[in-house]
């Protein structure tokens, strides 16, 4: 179909008569040029205009084609329009999740992150960034990094230089790993070591576009570290310069590793077995092996942390004592993993231990011969004595005014010296009958004991017009008659050395201590030096005359030998003419507290 090509030269419109062809590329090439549709139109419809020679009819259908062809294109721009919007509306949608997703991300991470632009400028520190480093985002360049930031080399006293910190480094175009720095300002005045990693940033194009650094706090890490290495190179210094066998195995692969103390102890080389648990367990003895082993799994299995053993060690013929100790090591789950000893030569210790039950055998036997030969000879003793005494007092009483004074004076000393020799057998007597005794310990009651003494020595306490006092005092598990002979010593002792012309208080008092009883006897007499304190609990030792103070120097032997019988101990606490306490413990397990009255006389 004939078409028509309109165009203008100055203010003529000029017609030209194409074909229809020509018009649709006319068409095609204005919408190319993205020419106004109003512009199209008209130019569409000039030529319509003159179109007097032309029937209506085929101006009609020109016109329809042309009004079908427009309205198709500017359904076809619109949706093209439409779509362009939808997905640029689901770009911008998409890129804002991103920009939250990225953010949570930056906010939720441990480590510290830091962005440089394109411009060298830093752009972006996350949360932990500016926890770790203790400030916040400031812009400027990476010349004021430094000093913002105080960012300092692994030493912690030189300024990082501009061209040695990572981030530009990697906007550089340097992938950087591992750099340690140290960050010391105001905010952080003892400063944190950071471990940084830094890489380029690249568009789509290739072009680099900053820099980011992922940092963390590496302060404690680096301390353990440190005293990780120091307590290994003491461990290493210990396990050479010691003489013990440090020893170190691994519950799960079952290696073991020794100090060179083991080859000496077992003599043998490393190179001579397939692993040192090998050789570990064919140096023990035989009767031992077997013991060791199921001592040792037994622990692990039960959970238990700490194992010891004695058993023998080394070659054949040559076998030594070994007191073994380790510690399991267990994981998070339970499970042990380690186990980690050390084996000590105690085959001197266990020689002395011999000879030292060798001669504590030895002891009590001449011990135990002597108290028998005491018993025997003062027991056989006190019957010529009796005799000797019987006679000489007969001596006294029949020759008495008959014979000089020389003669009266030499039966007297001769009574007195029977009387003293009949003490003396009778204190040693008492004294090797301490130990001997086969009675088994019982309750007894301290108050009830005390008021048996008391009725005992009712004569001497009225003599001294002694004041005694006692508060509660315990119930225990002892020997009720050993108990009364030790108060009874210790109240006749204060009686005894009490000063003269001055009123005699005894105070006698009980107290529960850490799993024990301790018993006081505290009195008002003449005191005794500090240098005396412990010689007067011996046989025989006496600080006094016994024309001052008469007795035979063995009760307070007594009164040390019935506590030590009571697994206990006697002391003494003095100051010269003030007074003494006599102090005595009985342990806890065999005592208990009695709710009997007090007493006093």
């Not at 057998?425 to 004294?431: A, K």
Request: hydrophobic fraction near 40%; aromatic fraction near 8%.
């Amino acid at each position: 179909m004939p078409g028509f090509l309109v165009g203008f030269r100055g203010r003529e419109v000029v017609v030209s008569v194409v074909s229809a062809g020509a018009v649709w590329a006319l068409l095609h090439y204005l919408f190319a040029q993205n020419m106004p549709l109003l512009q199209i139109l008209v130019s569409m419809l000039v030529p319509l205009l003159f179109l007097g020679t032309l029937s209506r009819r085929k101006a009609e259908m020109a016109l329809r084609t042309l009004n079908e062809t427009l309205e198709h294109k500017v359904r076809e721009r619109s949706r093209a329009l439409e779509e362009r919007a939808n997905l640029l509306a689901r770009s911008e949608s998409e890129l804002r999740s991103q920009k939250q997703i990225l953010q949570l991300v930056l906010d939720s991470m441990a480590d510290g992150v830091a962005m440089i632009d394109h411009s060298g400028e830093l752009a972006v520190l996350n949360p932990a960034a500016e926890r770790i480093i203790g400030k916040p985002l400031m812009h400027g360049p990476a010349s004021a990094w430094s000093e913002n930031y105080g960012v300092f080399l692994s030493d912690a006293e030189t300024p990082c230089p501009e061209g040695q910190h990572p981030l530009i480094r990697a906007a550089n175009g340097e992938t950087v790993e591992g750099v340690e720095l140290h960050i010391r300002n105001g905010s952080i005045p003892d400063g944190v070591d950071i471990k940084v990693g830094a890489q380029p940033l690249y568009d789509e194009n290739g072009q680099r576009v900053g820099a980011v650094a992922v940092f963390r706090d590496v302060t404690q890490a680096k301390r353990i570290a440190e005293d990780l290495k120091s307590s290994n190179e003491r461990f290493e210094t210990l396990a050479k310069v010691t003489n013990d066998v440090v020893w170190d195995w691994n519950l799960l692969t079952g290696e073991i590793w020794h100090n060179e103390a083991f080859y000496r102890l077992s003599g043998t080389e490393p190179s001579r077995w397939e692993s040192d648990l090998d050789c570990w367990r064919a140096h023990m003895h035989p009767d031992d092996r077997d013991r060791i082993w199921r001592s040792i799994r037994g622990t692990i299995e039960s959970g238990e942390r700490q194992w010891q053993e004695e058993y023998r060690f080394g070659r054949e013929g040559a076998c030594r004592d070994i007191l073994d100790r380790g510690h399991v090591l267990f994981d998070a789950s339970g499970r042990a993993v380690r186990m980690v000893g050390v084996m000590i030569d105690i085959s001197r210790l266990k020689d002395v231990e011999y000879r030292l039950r060798q001669q504590a055998a030895e002891l009590a036997r001449s011990n135990k011969d002597l108290e028998q030969f005491a018993y025997v000879a003062s027991h056989d003793l006190k019957e010529p004595l009796r005799m000797v005494t019987s006679f000489v007092q007969m001596l006294q009483r029949k020759y008495h005014g008959k014979l000089d004074s020389d003669a009266n004076e030499y039966i007297k000393y001769a009574v007195d010296g029977a009387a003293r020799m009949h003490s003396l057998i009778d204190d040693l007597l008492m004294y090797s009958h301490v130990d001997r005794k086969n009675d088994p310990f019982e309750v007894t009651d301290f108050n009830e004991v005390l008021h048996r003494v008391i009725l005992t020595l009712r004569e001497p306490i009225r003599e001294s017009k002694a004041n005694i006092t006692y508060e509660r005092l315990p119930t225990i598990i002892a020997d009720p008659v050993q108990i009364g002979q030790l108060l009874q010593n210790l109240i006749g002792n204060a009686i005894k050395y009490r000063k003269p012309n001055e009123p005699l208080n005894i105070e006698i008092v009980a107290e529960a201590g850490q799993g024990q009883w301790r018993f006081s006897v505290k009195d008002n007499g003449i005191g005794i030096a500090a240098e005396f304190a412990e010689r007067i609990f011996k046989l025989f030792q006496r600080l006094h005359t016994k024309e001052e103070y008469p007795g035979t120097g063995i009760g307070l032997a007594i009164c040390k030998r019935i506590t030590e019988r009571h697994g206990g101990r006697i002391w003494v606490e003095s100051i010269p003419d003030v007074g003494s306490t006599f102090s005595f413990v009985i342990a806890e397990k065999e005592a208990w507290p009695s709710l009997k009255s007090v007493g006093h006389s």
